[in-house]
Nanobody, 123 residues
């Protein structure tokens, strides 16, 4: 089970940190990802992190502003969001994939999903 938290309302240029806690399983066995869905749009890849945290991958739209990280001792993955823009407004979901692959970008390949946390960026 994945539990996402940390969403909220923030002004453009502000920051938020999302957390995703994995209960009942060791997150170190999973590639983790963050996705988002804006109103009226489909699911969009945001970032992914390898099982050890040594490799990461980002959507071009968030590079340099959002940072994914993980603490396997706490079974938690984070998404630090800086310099937020109104177009970052969306429900953010964390996801987990048990795999030997380094990173996974496609949403349909993930096995487990959190419930989503809403991020609203006002202009």
């Amino acid at each position: 089970q994945l539990q996402a938290s940390g969403g909220g309302l923030v002004q453009a240029g502000g920051s938020l940190r999302l957390s995703c806690a994995a209960a009942g399983r060791s997150s170190s066995n999973y590639v983790m990802g963050w996705f988002r869905q804006a109103p009226g749009k489909g699911c969009e890849f945001v970032a992914a992190i390898s099982r050890t945290g040594g490799s990461t991958n980002y959507a071009d739209s968030v590079k340099g502003r959002l940072t994914i990280s993980r603490d396997n001792a706490k079974n938690t993955v984070y998404l630090q969001m800086n310099s937020l823009k109104p177009e970052d407004t969306a429900v953010y979901y964390c996801a987990a994939k048990q795999t030997n692959r380094l990173l996974v970008r496609r949403d349909y390949e993930y096995d487990y999903w959190g419930q989503g946390t809403l991020v609203t960026v006002s202009s």
